[in-house]
């Protein structure tokens, strides 16, 4: 008996690997799906399913047409192959339902247009040759079309141990789909392995590098020079004050970023003198009142208001003291508007003053400088108590720009000679050796700073009136842009600084603590 309905053969072949005793007994069909349980509609499916009946009773017959002998020697004694075919024809034709006799749920929800698709189904004449399709509903895991397949089994999961040394490899996403299959099932069985995972995940968030949101330090020159260039400036800036007005917008937007409370933040003020490092302890309003104080000597030689009177000291050390025991309270953010606006009045004075300001005298109580330099010195200063904010506010904070920075060092290697000559009177320096006149060429000492503001300098050694030469040159010293100028702040020591030292050891030795000489309060 064959039959897709009742399990068959599949149209009369036989299985090579089944045992003779079950052949011809009629199958169990499997348990069918209900018509509605198929994604398809109920009425395709079973129109499929008995249009597949229908052509396998088809398939069946012509098969056994095919195989029935031309000349039968013995017709009294039929083959027992014939009787099976004979069977399962008759029982293939007694397999097809009429429609009224279709179990009570098959038709439900079958009405209409549907019912008739699936009677002409059943009733109409099926064309010879057409592919079997098995007559029960198929399994939507076999439909391609109608259900995702199914991935394959991973395996036997591998040990606990295994497992956990995966971990790493998971939550960078480096394991296989395999690996990573069994991981997942792990962790919803094992919490302490779960809870290492949540934390490897979340690490893997922290290797990835900060970008710094800060905008980059040329960005408003190259802005300015863009702008300039389409319209020049009716009153321009002089050059020798464009570091100071690029330094003092930096570090006012450093403290527009702050919050109150960081107004209020601890910092050390440091600077050599003599032979030593000093500190002072401050606060960031402190240092910004420091500045504000110190700036008033430019003010007052432009004839502009001094922040502490017409009486206040000339010294910027005692200017510094004397605002600080002038305040009642500690300093507080109240501080930033005044150094604001009296860095803009800086500026715009001497953009409008002209180029006959740049030699006005400036005094710094023991010394004077000339408008241009001072203007430098205070950009230097500005940058530098910048960065001591910013490291105590844990805030980026870049250096300057090369032609920047590069003005501040050769400012400073034009004060070397005259403080080292100071040193020498004060008996901290070794003595001159080689005195010529002034204007001269001079033993001397090649200092070559690199990075972006670097170059290569002279320094005479036994006369502030000297001209340094290379052909004079008795020693030579190389440092980094950024920590020449960390030397000449006090922020670190003549014998740190140094990365390369070659020649006359006192030579090397006086000029460096001398740069370091040039800090200050």
Not at 292 to 312: K, Y
Request: net charge negative; proline share 10%; charged share 25%.
């Amino acid at each position: 008996m064959t039959g897709p309905f009742d399990g068959g053969r599949d149209g009369g072949r036989r299985d090579p690997d089944e045992p003779d005793g079950v052949r011809g007994i009629p199958r169990i069909p499997g348990q069918r799906a209900a018509a509605d349980d198929l994604e398809p509609p109920a009425a395709d499916v079973l129109r499929r399913a008995l249009e597949g009946a229908a052509r396998a009773a088809q398939a069946a017959r012509e098969s056994r047409e095919r195989e029935e002998p031309d000349e039968p020697d013995e017709p009294d004694e039929p083959d027992e192959r014939d009787e099976q075919h004979d069977d399962a024809g008759t029982a293939d034709e007694a397999a097809i339902p009429e429609p009224g006799d279709w179990p009570v749920g098959v038709t439900d929800g079958v009405t209409g247009d549907a019912a008739r698709a699936v009677t002409d189904g059943v009733t109409g004449d099926t064309a010879p040759g057409t592919p079997h399709e098995p007559a029960h509903p198929p399994d939507p895991a076999e439909e391609p079309h109608m259900r995702a397949p199914a991935p394959e089994p991973a395996g036997p999961p591998p040990s606990h141990s295994v497992l956990k040394s995966l971990l790493g490899a998971w939550a960078l996403a480096a394991c296989s789909p395999e690996e990573t299959t069994h991981v997942e099932d792990h962790l919803t069985e094992c919490a302490p392995c779960a809870d290492e995972a949540l934390k490897l995940r979340d690490a893997v968030g922290l290797l990835q590098a900060d970008r710094n949101l800060d905008l980059p330090p040329l960005l408003r020159s190259r802005v300015l020079e863009n702008c300039l260039d389409r319209r020049a400036a009716r009153i321009p800036v002089p050059v020798w004050a464009t570091p100071y007005d690029a330094e003092t917008a930096r570090l006012d937007a450093l403290l527009r970023d702050i919050g109150d409370a960081e107004w209020h933040a601890p910092l050390q003020l440091k600077w050599f003198e003599k032979e030593e490092r000093t500190t002072r302890r401050a606060t960031v309003a402190g240092v910004i009142g420091h500045l504000m104080t110190v700036d008033g000597l430019v003010a007052s030689a432009l004839g502009l208001d001094d922040p502490l009177g017409a009486s206040a000291p000339q010294s910027p050390t005692d200017r510094t003291e004397t605002f600080w025991r002038s305040a009642h309270s500690p300093p507080t953010r109240t501080i930033h508007e005044p150094w604001r606006d009296q860095s803009h009045t800086l500026i715009r004075t001497v953009s409008f003053a002209g180029r006959g300001v740049a030699e006005l005298s400036v005094s710094y109580g023991e010394f004077a400088l000339p408008l241009r330099d001072a203007m430098i010195d205070r950009a230097f200063e500005c940058w530098i108590h910048g960065w001591d904010i910013a490291n105590a506010v844990v805030y980026p904070y870049p250096a300057p720009s090369g032609p920047h920075l590069h003005a501040m060092i050769n400012l400073a290697t034009q004060l070397i000679p005259s403080t080292l000559a100071a040193r020498r009177r004060a008996g901290l320096a070794s003595p001159a050796q080689q005195l010529v006149v002034p204007g001269s060429p001079g033993r001397s000492l090649h200092l070559e700073v690199e990075g972006a503001g670097g170059g290569d300098w002279y320094i005479a050694l036994d006369s502030p009136a000297a001209v340094g030469s290379a052909e004079r040159s008795v020693a030579q010293v190389a440092l980094d842009d950024v920590e020449f100028c960390q030397l000449v702040a006090g922020h670190i020591s003549p014998d740190e600084a140094a990365a390369g030292q070659d020649g006359d050891r006192d030579a090397i030795r006086d000029v460096l603590f001398a740069a370091a000489s040039l800090s200050r309060l």
